[in-house]
């Protein structure tokens, strides 16, 4: 899994989505939280999950949220669309965080936006994973014609 705004700053810096809480909801203090996206970039993988870092402004990282794109897609884990990672980091506000999430991040505009966002990582780092066999390739061959030592 790689960080979305690491590849493509400008669209993040836009795009990412964040709420801003002025007073206490469901446990979660006034302030603002941002939703940081990381998809997986294996070339041979066709996953399409996301993965929410959720973190305050001071930088704390508060709940590690999976997301699948298709609606079904974690009921074979008997896990709805989105849930709570239990691999990665939690808080006392992750529940809340995921609540937050569910009702007030997710909608059918943002789906479509991170839909557009997996779809320009992997053709990225699929050309990426291209360049780098074809560059292997080349000198593979010119080590075979012309004998050289790479």
């Not at 705004?5 to 006034?30: C, D, W, Y």
């Not at 995921?98 to 839909?115: C, G, N, P, S, W």
């Not at 990225?124 to 014609?145: D, E, H, P, Q």
């Amino acid at each position: 899994m790689e960080l979305f705004s690491s590849h493509f700053p400008e669209i993040a810096e836009k795009e990412t989505r964040s709420v801003t809480l002025l007073g206490e909801q469901n446990g979660l203090p006034p302030g603002e939280y941002a939703f940081l996206e990381f998809y997986c970039v294996d070339p041979e993988c066709d996953c399409r999950n996301v993965m929410f870092n959720v973190i305050n402004r001071k930088g704390e990282h508060l709940a590690t949220l999976n997301h699948c794109l298709d609606a079904d897609g974690f009921r074979d884990i008997g896990e709805r669309q989105t849930f709570l990672d239990p691999l990665n980091k939690q808080s006392p506000y992750s529940k809340a965080l995921l609540k937050l999430f569910r009702t007030k991040v997710m909608d059918a505009d943002y789906a479509l936006r991170l839909e557009k966002h997996l779809l320009i990582m992997r053709q990225k780092k699929r050309s990426n994973f291209l360049w780098k066999f074809l560059k292997k390739g080349i000198k593979n061959a010119m080590a075979v014609i012309f004998k050289i030592r790479f």
